[in-house]
């Protein structure tokens, strides 16, 4: 419920977001966002705004660590 309200209307930069949850370890989540553009993310990371991903895992007492990683290869249907 709170990441389908949290996300309900992404902005323009971001394409994507995904909530994970590892298999192995049921209480371990990640959230993935996939933005517009690397400038983007910058814009934002340098506005010293929190993202709404850090404020939903903040908002249920989890402490996010932040990793960036760049697409590669990507394949969609």
């Known amino acids: 419920p709170l990441f389908s309200l949290g996300t309900a209307q ?3 930069e971001i394409l994507a977001t995904y909530l994970v949850r590892d298999a192995n370890e049921p209480t371990l989540f990640r959230l993935n ?3 517009r553009t690397r ?3 910058e814009a934002l990371r340098g506005s010293g ?3 709404k991903g850090v404020q939903m895992f ?3 007492g989890a402490h996010p660590t932040l990793s960036i ?3 590669v ?3 969609t249907r």
Do not use: G
């Open 73 to 75: 290869v990507s394949r």
């Open 33 to 35: 966002t996939v933005w």
């Open 58 to 60: 903040e908002a249920v």
């Open 49 to 51: 705004l929190k993202t």
């Open 69 to 71: 990683f760049d697409v």
């Open 10 to 12: 992404l902005p323009p």
């Open 39 to 41: 400038e983007a993310l």
